[in-house]
């Protein structure tokens, strides 16, 4: 493979390091352009003053860079913003602003669709397109960064959006280093948060990584038979082993892992449930996050109602638990969780 093809953007230390070997550029070099690239988003090689002008020019000449292209923006009512992001295929991916107070909040996404078919998700209806390379990740909060003019730095980010990041986690490795990198975004573990289905291998494995980010887990039932009907998964990957792997992933962190329950009305907002995500939660030495559910006119469910939820964190304190409420965000600009799926907010 030619050099020609290869896309600087969205290897990590490195990833650059083998890259620019070939040119007979030392290993160090690679600390300045993971800078150059990462923490002064200057993708122009040629203004890379702190390198010298033929190893500027070679770098130029010889690599790509390209990292995704805000494409459209939706803004909602409550200062949320959904963005479009063209890749270099031209395939489209959705990532979310959400400001609180002078934070913001960026759910990135690291998959085009879904291979995991959650019955109450949107994004499981594109189906599973393709996965995101590194740089299609970390380009996503590099642009969205950039829109948003976030105040030294005053963000966390969340693996929240399109996709399961689990399943494309070779991809997610270097983007996590990247993320965590001083001389790229700079993020610490606890600033950066990864959604899963929850597969208990790649659960095992994200514990591994040299800073390992905060987990959250897409419990919605704590019962068997249940959350089989509503998430696929499920089948393969029993409670009982999944209470092992985010339980084992918490020991040792200060930080808990966070079980998210989207709540349904008639589903799985039943007292008996609210007892057994307790006593589940309780095992994994996991928070829980109700989320209310954002309902769209294709799925036939309807969010739980308000003291249901209420309900539910009544149980969950009792039995010592930490639960809180995800409110819906967005919503209006179908940008709020499970509502990621490329439509036009315009087509009825
Ligand atoms: N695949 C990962 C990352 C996506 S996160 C995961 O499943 O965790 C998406 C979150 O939104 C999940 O917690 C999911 O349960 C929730 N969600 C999906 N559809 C939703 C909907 N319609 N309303 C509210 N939350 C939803």
Same mark, same amino acid.
């Given at each position: 493979?030619?050099?020609?093809?290869?896309?600087?953007?969205?290897?990590?230390?490195?990833?650059?390091?083998?890259?620019?070997?070939? @040119?007979?550029?030392?290993?160090?070099?690679?600390?300045?352009?993971?800078?150059?690239?990462?923490?002064?988003?200057?993708?122009?090689?040629?203004?890379? =003053?702190?390198?010298?002008?033929?190893?500027?020019?070679?770098?130029?000449?010889?690599?790509?860079?390209?990292?995704?292209?805000?494409?459209?923006? =939706? +803004?909602?009512?409550?200062?949320? %913003?959904?963005?479009?992001?063209?890749?270099?295929?031209?395939?489209?991916?959705?990532?979310?602003?959400?400001?609180?107070?002078?934070?913001?909040?960026?759910?990135? +996404?690291?998959?085009?669709?879904?291979?995991?078919?959650?019955?109450?998700?949107?994004?499981?209806?594109?189906?599973?397109?393709?996965?995101?390379?590194?740089?299609?990740? %970390?380009?996503?909060?590099?642009?969205?960064?950039?829109?948003?003019? %976030?105040?030294?730095?005053?963000?966390?980010?969340?693996?929240?959006?399109?996709?399961?990041?689990?399943?494309?986690?070779?991809?997610?490795?270097?983007?996590?280093?990247?993320?965590?990198?001083?001389?790229?975004?700079?993020?610490?573990?606890?600033?950066? =948060?990864?959604?899963?289905?929850?597969?208990?291998?790649?659960?095992?494995?994200?514990?591994?990584?040299?800073?390992?980010?905060?987990?959250?887990?897409?419990?919605?039932?704590?019962?068997?038979?249940?959350?089989?009907?509503?998430?696929?998964?499920?089948?393969?990957?029993?409670?009982?082993?999944?209470?092992?792997?985010?339980?084992?992933?918490?020991?040792?962190?200060?930080?808990?892992?966070?079980?998210?329950?989207?709540?349904?009305?008639?589903?799985?907002? =039943?007292?008996?449930?609210?007892?057994?995500?307790?006593?589940?939660?309780?095992?994994?030495?996991?928070?829980?996050? @109700?989320?209310?559910?954002?309902?769209?006119?294709?799925?036939?469910?309807?969010?739980?109602?308000?003291?249901?939820?209420?309900?539910?964190?009544?149980? @969950?304190?009792?039995?010592?638990?930490?639960?809180?409420?995800?409110?819906?965000?967005?919503?209006?600009?179908?940008?709020?969780?499970?509502?990621?799926?490329?439509?036009?907010?315009?087509?009825?």
């Amino acid at each position: 493979m030619s050099t020609a093809s290869i896309n600087l953007y969205g290897l990590d230390r490195a990833g650059l390091a083998a890259a620019l070997e070939p @040119l007979g550029i030392e290993p160090y070099r690679a600390r300045q352009v993971h800078a150059a690239l990462y923490r002064r988003d200057d993708l122009d090689p040629r203004s890379w =003053t702190d390198l010298p002008r033929d190893l500027r020019d070679a770098i130029a000449d010889r690599f790509r860079i390209a990292r995704p292209e805000i494409a459209a923006r =939706t +803004s909602a009512r409550d200062g949320t %913003v959904k963005y479009a992001l063209r890749l270099e295929d031209g395939a489209l991916v959705e990532a979310v602003a959400i400001p609180d107070g002078d934070r913001m909040t960026f759910c990135l +996404s690291s998959q085009v669709g879904c291979a995991f078919g959650c019955t109450f998700c949107m994004t499981a209806r594109l189906g599973f397109r393709r996965h995101l390379q590194a740089g299609e990740i %970390v380009g996503q909060l590099a642009a969205l960064r950039e829109e948003s003019e %976030v105040a030294g730095g005053a963000y966390n980010i969340v693996f929240m959006g399109m996709g399961e990041p689990l399943h494309n986690i070779q991809a997610l490795e270097p983007a996590l280093a990247i993320l965590g990198d001083e001389l790229g975004f700079g993020l610490g573990p606890r600033r950066v =948060t990864v959604s899963t289905v929850g597969l208990p291998d790649r659960i095992r494995r994200l514990a591994t990584f040299p800073s390992p980010p905060r987990l959250a887990v897409s419990l919605v039932a704590a019962d068997q038979r249940l959350r089989e009907t509503l998430m696929p998964v499920a089948r393969r990957h029993p409670l009982d082993e999944l209470a092992e792997a985010i339980r084992s992933y918490g020991r040792g962190r200060r930080d808990r892992p966070t079980l998210e329950v989207v709540m349904l009305a008639g589903v799985n907002d =039943t007292p008996e449930l609210a007892e057994r995500l307790a006593a589940y939660a309780a095992r994994c030495r996991a928070k829980v996050n @109700l989320i209310e559910f954002n309902p769209t006119p294709e799925l036939a469910w309807k969010p739980a109602p308000e003291e249901r939820l209420q309900h539910f964190l009544r149980v @969950l304190g009792a039995r010592g638990v930490v639960g809180t409420v995800r409110r819906s965000r967005g919503r209006d600009a179908f940008a709020a969780c499970g509502q990621l799926a490329l439509l036009d907010p315009k087509s009825p």
